[in-house]
């Protein structure tokens, strides 16, 4: 359809998570039209990511170094580890500035339609930090649907034999929203996680 080093841009770019045909075909039209310049940087950033990132040695997070910046970081609490699927996750925890822990990611979540089962998870590195590093508390901060809670009982199975304390993020209604409009799944949940109120 068209020619051929379009179309090559276009299929590559709708391999790309969340990039139907059209947005591969828009976005394609739009580094055609842009300054060479301009396509020359996307290209570069996408070649320094490929060539200066990797994993950190220690939770898995994204590094440029054997550690990542929150391993590395002396402030942070080593007793507290937050269990994650993915690095993103650790992006969106970040935000609320509530945590100063450190954290592991997964690399997924328990799933075995996807043929993803613990041994496809980074599990047993994460047994070896408790076992190596003085852990007191592990937050399991997965996902709230059914992989993600699936990978939260499976790891608190195996964690609370080893005597650490294990909890997990609360979950229910968003502030701001209406109680006709939550799932039955929400709201239980929200009750379940309800606290006392301080007079």
Same mark, same amino acid.
């Not at 090559?8 to 947005?23: M, N």
């Not at 060479?36 to 060539?51: F, G, P, T, Y």
């Not at 200066?52 to 590094?63: E, G, K, Q, S, Y």
């Given at each position: 359809?068209?020619?051929?080093? @379009? ?5 590559? &770019?709708?391999?790309? %998570?969340? @990039? ?10 739009? &580094?055609?039209?842009?300054? /060479?310049?301009?396509?020359? /940087? ?20 994204? *590094? ?5 910046? @929150? ?8 007793? @507290? ?6 690095? /993103? ?22 799933? %075995?339609?996807?043929?993803? !089962? ?17 852990? #007191? ?14 990978? *939260? ?7 609370? %034999? ?11 209604? %968003?502030?701001? !929203?209406?109680?006709?409009? *939550? ?14 109120? #301080?007079?």
């Amino acid at each position: 359809m068209f020619a051929a080093p @379009i179309q090559e841009l276009v299929d590559e &770019l709708g391999r790309l %998570p969340g @990039i139907g045909p059209r947005s591969a075909q828009r976005i394609a039209f739009h &580094l055609l039209e842009a300054e /060479r310049q301009d396509a020359l /940087r996307l290209a570069q950033a996408i070649v320094e990511v490929k060539d200066r990132m990797r994993l950190c040695d220690r939770c898995f997070n994204v *590094a440029e170094t054997d550690l990542c910046t @929150i391993c590395s970081d002396q402030r942070r609490d080593k007793s @507290i580890v937050c269990v994650v699927e993915d690095p /993103r996750d650790i992006v969106a925890v970040e935000r609320t500035r509530e945590f100063h822990g450190t954290y592991h990611v997964l690399g997924g979540a328990l799933s %075995p339609i996807d043929g993803i !089962g613990p041994e496809q998870l980074r599990v047993r590195p994460l047994l070896m930090r408790l076992g190596a590093e003085s852990v #007191a508390e592990v937050i399991l901060c997965t996902n709230p649907n059914l992989e993600g809670e699936a990978t *939260a009982m499976y790891l608190a199975r195996l964690l609370l %034999p080893l005597g650490v304390k294990v909890t997990r993020i609360a979950s229910g209604l %968003p502030v701001g !929203g209406d109680l006709e409009y *939550a799932d039955e799944l929400t709201l239980g949940r929200a009750l379940e996680g309800r606290r006392e109120v #301080a007079g």
